[in-house]
């Protein structure tokens, strides 16, 4: 096959709702790694879970070693005290603004949920994590500690809800990584060898992928996470937009992309007639940050799926540029010999 128009494929959008509803702060990724297990056994020739909690599931090849990652964790809160009312202090785990928190719902890793409050405010400009708590419904310390612990987690609730092509839910960053993966994973026909590989702790200066890589020790990298987008009102100055297709990284604050991957990257959705933007991130990072840094350095690459309100509970994706991104990263599996 030469060359083919880009047709939508069928998605199992229901396994994308499971996944960014599931629990997985970063530290606590059984949950996810459970879902995707389930759904790469038929697909791979091997599946291990390390000693971090990264989940690799592996295909035999012939030809060169191409590692694919996707982070399973999600921006979240840690308990830090219990008052004597049974209301809760915290600090967040990974990156998240203090003043997008107020009165949003939150989850237990038991089910059990609560709601952010703030303490009274001079001037609406001091919303800082100090000011906020969160009430679980408890009345005294003794009642709190019966539901939750310091070093607990908890999740931003975020239902997950389609509108026309577009997806909303809490944790897209990383699920929908983890999704393309999958995606992609069940329709390759590459002949290399592949690692496919979950990782925890991306939110906390990619700490799984550290090690995934390491023991992996791949010829080549390809990363899949969500971009910013410079298309809404007073955003930024950024070329990438909502739905108009599979971001190819240039640069971000933890890579440069070597300009042969971009131009393979690039080349190869040419071919295809598949939909994509050039990317220049400029803050933030993904795995590929530390997976090209690994032993003598890993040749790493990043499909990023063009994401609004990145960080918190209401992030939004496009299908099509979804869908891009798994017409792409199977393609790219398939076709890696002039690299
Ligand atoms: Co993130
Ligand atoms: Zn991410």
Redesign the pocket.
């Known amino acids: 096959m030469t060359s083919q128009e880009f047709v939508p494929d069928v998605f199992n959008y229901t396994l994308l709702n499971r996944l960014c509803q599931a629990y997985g702060p970063s530290g606590s990724e059984e949950e996810v790694a459970a879902i995707i297990k389930a759904e790469v056994v038929p697909y791979c020739d091997k599946l291990v879970s390390d000693s971090m909690g990264n989940l690799i599931a592996s295909r035999n090849g012939s030809g060169k070693k191409v590692m694919v990652a996707a982070h399973m964790d999600e921006?979240a809160l840690m308990v830090t005290y219990i008052d004597e009312s049974g209301f809760l202090r915290f600090i967040v785990i990974?990156?998240i603004e203090a003043r997008y928190l107020p009165y949003r719902r939150v989850i237990l890793q038991n089910g059990k949920m609560g709601t952010i409050g703030l303490e009274r405010l001079e001037k609406s400009t001091e919303i800082d994590l100090s000011k906020l708590y969160i009430d679980i419904g408890a009345s005294s310390r003794a009642e709190a500690e019966q539901v939750v612990g310091i070093g607990d987690a908890l999740i931003l609730e975020g239902a997950y809800v389609e509108v026309g092509k577009r997806i909303m839910s809490k944790a897209l960053?990383?699920r929908i990584g983890c999704f393309v993966a999958i995606e992609a994973l069940k329709r390759t026909k590459s002949t290399n060898e592949l690692a496919f590989a979950f990782t925890v702790q991306?939110?906390v200066a990619m700490r799984g992928a550290r090690v995934a890589a390491y023991a992996i020790s791949p010829d080549l990298a390809l990363v899949v996470?969500?971009t910013r987008t410079g298309d809404t009102p007073g955003a930024a100055r950024m070329e990438v937009s909502l739905g108009a297709g599979v971001g190819i990284k240039a640069f971000d604050h933890s890579l440069v992309t070597p300009p042969n991957i971009k131009r393979w990257m690039s080349a190869t959705a040419d071919r295809y007639s598949i939909p994509c933007q050039l990317e220049v991130l400029e803050q933030?990072g993904t795995d590929a940050g530390v997976i090209q840094l690994t032993k003598g350095g890993i040749p790493s690459g990043v499909l990023s799926i063009p994401a609004r309100q990145?960080?918190t509970p209401t992030e939004v994706v496009d299908k099509q540029d979804m869908e891009a991104a798994v017409t792409l990263l199977t393609k790219l599996l398939e076709e890696n010999e002039d690299l």
């Open positions: 921006i990974g990156e960053d990383g991306e939110e996470d969500v933030g990145v960080h």
